[in-house]
């Protein structure tokens, strides 16, 4: 599933890409991965640019010149996928179509602007969708409302991750760190290399975390959000960036996927395990329940 970095890395790829461009065209083959009305695409949607793709957690915002928005979702299988004759931008879940030929069968939404470039929206599951909102609801949206706060911005302060991780202070801390009304964006991949940068096991309930160590996972979440945006992403491989280039984060990871390998910090064997209902990585030495 794309997490914070990978929809940070769709979001700026396009705003370098689709600002001010015209949408010509909307359609889709799917109605639930692009619940809005005819009525309201001609209406609210054809005629309309591009002025703004903002983030919040892992949703995208499209902002329109008309006072509307496009809330865009790729939950576990979404792509945006960006072509026009002399430019091409893909990211998101990590298959084919992000470099094949589009439209194909999974492609569910196709924006087009009136230079001729397209927008698709992909998606193998039909779980993503994109919808349709007034900038004056954006706020209002149930799943925006109840949304933690986001773990990159400046306000994001030790006491604001305390008090966020304190609404499920008995629980594990893994499965607060993948709750998206604890904190936004973080995802299994996150979680697991900011909890062994921490060395904290990820069984461990909150309320019996140290202080100290509860600070160190505070700069850890940061520090690793911030590599794997610079790296362009999790995805390993079929990912194309703005400027053509893949992401290469997941070479960079200290424990995912590193099963049966080497702990890079102190030798042990890296073990995968199931916490929060997810396959998790750690080390059993680092990382002590």
């Not at 470039?117 to 349709?132: H, V």
């Not at 690793?224 to 390993?236: A, F, H, P, W």
Request: charged share 25%.
């Amino acid at each position: 599933m794309p997490e914070l970095p990978e929809v940070e890395t769709v979001r700026r790829g396009l705003n370098n890409l689709s600002l001010n461009k015209s949408i010509s065209k909307i359609a889709s083959d799917w109605t639930k991965s692009l619940p809005v009305t005819d009525e309201d695409m001609a209406k609210y949607i054809v005629g309309t640019k591009i002025i703004n793709v903002g983030r919040r957690g892992k949703l995208l915002i499209m902002e329109l010149n008309n006072n509307y928005s496009l809330l865009v979702h790729l939950r576990m299988t979404g792509q945006m996928v960006y072509r026009s004759k002399s430019e091409t931008f893909g990211a998101g879940h990590p298959n084919d179509s992000l470099i094949g030929k589009l439209p194909d069968k999974s492609t569910r939404v196709i924006i087009d602007f009136d230079d001729g470039s397209k927008l698709f929206f992909n998606d193998q599951r039909k779980f993503g969708w994109i919808s349709l909102v007034k900038n004056t609801e954006i706020n209002r949206v149930k799943f925006l409302r109840t949304m933690g706060p986001e773990p990159l911005e400046e306000g994001f302060t030790y006491k604001i991750f305390k008090s966020s991780l304190k609404t499920r202070w008995n629980s594990q801390i893994k499965a607060a760190l993948l709750d998206q009304h604890v904190i936004a964006g973080i995802g299994n991949i996150y979680a697991d290399e900011s909890l062994w940068m921490a060395k904290i096991h990820p069984l461990t309930k909150i309320s019996d975390i140290s202080e100290a160590k509860l600070k160190n996972l505070y700069t850890s979440i940061k520090e690793v959000l911030l590599l794997s945006i610079e790296k362009g992403g999790s995805t390993d491989r079929n990912y194309v960036n703005a400027e053509g280039k893949k992401g290469s984060y997941i070479s960079f990871a200290r424990v995912f996927r590193r099963e049966g390998k080497q702990c890079y910090r102190c030798g042990t064997i890296i073990k995968k395990m199931r916490a929060a209902g997810r396959g998790t990585h750690i080390c059993p030495k680092c990382q002590k329940l």
